[in-house]
C-alpha cells in the first residue's frame, strides 16, 4: 500500500492523505496530487517541490502548461547529469552561496553550506536546470565511497581465502562469479573495482615408481590448477567522480524567489533519504498584509521548510481536529 500523506511543514500536523496499491509506480502518482493541492489551494501558481519521480516529460509537462511551477531532482540516469559530470572535469562552476547553517550532529564539525550554479544548457524539455551541491553531503559521498569500497575488498579477500584452501568449496568459474558480481552490486563499487579470475597452476612432484627414492629415482610433474581472483582500484575512476561529490542537477519552472525558495529546492534534494517528496508554496503572495504559507507532501518521510505563520499553523491544526475543513483553512491563512 501507498501512503501519501500532506503535512503542514513547520510543526508537520497532517493536512490530507490517501492510499493507492502498493505497486503502483511513483511516478504516476504525481499529477493526481498537484491536482488535488491546486483545489485545495484555490490556484495553480504555487511552487510544487518533489524529488526525482517527478522529472518525467508527463509530469513537468502537464504541471506547466496548467500554470503550475515546479522543482524537481533530476535521477542520475538523465543525459543531462552526464553531460555537467563529464563538464566539471575540467571546469570549475561559479558557486553561489544560498544557506548555510551549523553542523545538526556535530556542533565541532564543518557547517552545512549549500550553493547553486546555474548552467548554460537546459533540460531536453527545455526548463531550466540548477546545480545544487552541499559540503556536508560532498563529505557523506566521500566517505560512502571509501567505506564501501572497503567493505568490498573484505568479501573479495575472503573469497580469495576459501579459494586458496585446501577444500574450496568455490569450483566452479560461474559460481565465482556470480559471488563476485553480487558483492560489487551489493556496495556498488563496480565502477572503482576491477576483478578478474584467474587460473593457478600448482606443480607437484612425485616419484614413477614405488620404493625408496635414491640418486636415480624419476619423478613425474604433476599440474593441479585451481581458481583465483585479483583486483585493482580504478583511481581514474574515483578521481572523475570526487568531481561531482556533494552535487546533484534540479530542474524548476517559474521564477526563484531568493533564498527562501532556494532552500526548497535544497531539502527537497533527499537529504534525509526521502521516496517521494514535494512541498507546496503560493504564488503572488506578496499582496499588502497577505500571509505567506505552506503545505509539504510527502509519501516517506517528512521535510521542514519553515514558511508557516502561527496563524496558518493554527487553522491548520483546527482543520486537523475537525472544527475547519480544508478549503476554509486555506481561505483562513489568507487572511
Given amino acids: 500500500m501507498l501512503f501519501i500523506l500532506t503535512t503542514e511543514g513547520e510543526a508537520g500536523v497532517p493536512v490530507h492523505f490517501r492510499c493507492t496499491d502498493g505497486n503502483v509506480a511513483d511516478v ?32 513537468m509537462g502537464y504541471i506547466d502548461r496548467n500554470g503550475g511551477r515546479f522543482v524537481t531532482v533530476m535521477p542520475r540516469n538523465r543525459q543531462e547529469d552526464g553531460q555537467f559530470r563529464k563538464w566539471i572535469q575540467t571546469n570549475v562552476p561559479a558557486w553561489e552561496l544560498v544557506w548555510q547553517r ?7 564539525g564543518p557547517r552545512d553550506e ?16 540548477v546545480r545544487v551541491c552541499s559540503t556536508l553531503l560532498t563529505l557523506k559521498h566521500t566517505f560512502r565511497r ?47 573495482l ?50 561531482s561529490d556533494g552535487m546533484y542537477p534540479s530542474c524548476r519552472v517559474g521564477h526563484m524567489r531568493e533564498c527562501r525558495e532556494a532552500r526548497s529546492v535544497l531539502f527537497a534534494s533527499g537529504e534525509r533519504g526521502m521516496i517521494m517528496v514535494s512541498s507546496l508554496l503560493p504564488g503572488n503572495s506578496a499582496r499588502k498584509g497577505e500571509r505567506t504559507c505552506q503545505i509539504t507532501l ?24 475537525g472544527s475547519v475543513t480544508a478549503r476554509q483553512w486555506c481561505a483562513g491563512s489568507a487572511r
Fill in 28 to 59: 504516476t502518482t504525481h499529477i493526481d496530487t498537484w491536482n488535488t493541492l491546486r483545489t485545495v489551494a484555490g490556484r495553480a501558481d504555487f511552487l510544487y517541490v518533489a524529488d526525482s519521480k517527478l522529472c518525467s516529460h508527463e509530469n
Fill in 102 to 108: 551549523p553542523n545538526r550532529r556535530d556542533p565541532d
Fill in 114 to 129: 549549500w550553493y547553486v550554479f546555474k548552467p548554460e544548457l537546459p533540460s531536453a524539455e527545455l526548463y531550466p536546470i
Fill in 146 to 192: 571509501q567505506k564501501n569500497v572497503a567493505a568490498a575488498v573484505d568479501h573479495l579477500t575472503d573469497i580469495k581465502r576459501r579459494l586458496a584452501g585446501a577444500r574450496a568449496r568455490l569450483r566452479g568459474a560461474a559460481q565465482i562469479d556470480l559471488e563476485v558480481a553480487e558483492i560489487l552490486e551489493r556496495y556498488r563499487v563496480g565502477r572503482y
Fill in 194 to 243: 576491477k576483478v578478474t579470475r584467474v587460473v593457478r597452476e600448482e606443480y607437484l612432484y612425485r616419484q614413477a615408481r614405488r620404493g625408496r627414492p635414491g640418486a636415480d629415482t624419476a619423478y613425474r610433474k604433476i599440474t593441479k590448477r585451481r581458481f583465483d581472483i585479483e583486483w585493482t582500484l580504478d583511481h581514474e575512476a574515483i578521481v572523475y567522480d570526487q568531481h
Fill in 298 to 321: 510527502w509519501q516517506a518521510s517528512a521535510v521542514q521548510i519553515p514558511a508557516f505563520s502561527s496563524g496558518a499553523s493554527s487553522h491548520l491544526q483546527r482543520a486537523c481536529q
